[in-house]
């Protein structure tokens, strides 16, 4: 019984020590040079309504399915989607030609990213950003860096997708 006891005691302590020495919050950016033209950019990534054709978001999950979708292509835009039991939303907090600033709510863990384009030497130059944690006792930090892996993925993905939607529909031209 002490056996047990101890063992439980030191595992307690060991979360508790790897927690309290590793960040809560995380920064992420990818940048890739891409195939897409503004236009192309524009249509893909600034109108929310076609967020599901190259979002990691819909890819990784085959039971995603959009709930609400409002202002598509503007500041305020607003889109709700389900994945299985898990429900996400994203709201546009910023805009141009070239950057889109959003909040995003995945899991109950809010997200701030931005997605810009920018010339060189004649394509694009796509970074897409990502800040988050996770703000929960003894467990959070812990969590924040298995979030932290799983979005690095995700905006990989997104990225990869993105390219591909854009260098496709070149070809059908």
Sequence with gaps: MRYLIRTLFSLVLLIGITSALLPNRYTIAKTVTSHCTQAQFENWVLDLA?????????????????????????????L??????????????????QRMSYTSVIEQHTNIGHIEALPFAEQLQVTW??????????????????????????IDLGLRNLNSLCKSQRLDK
């Design 129 to 154: 950003s990502i800040e988050g944690g996770i703000n929960a006792p003894i467990i959070g930090s812990i969590l924040t860096q298995y979030y932290k892996y799983k979005t690095q993925d995700a």
């Design 50 to 78: 076609n967020w599901h054709f190259w979002t990691p978001f819909a890819t990784y999950e085959k039971t995603w399915q959009e709930l609400e979708l409002a202002n598509s292509n503007k500041i305020g835009a607003y």
């Design 80 to 97: 709700k989607w389900q994945s299985g039991d898990n429900i996400g939303e994203m709201t546009v907090t910023a805009m141009s030609h």
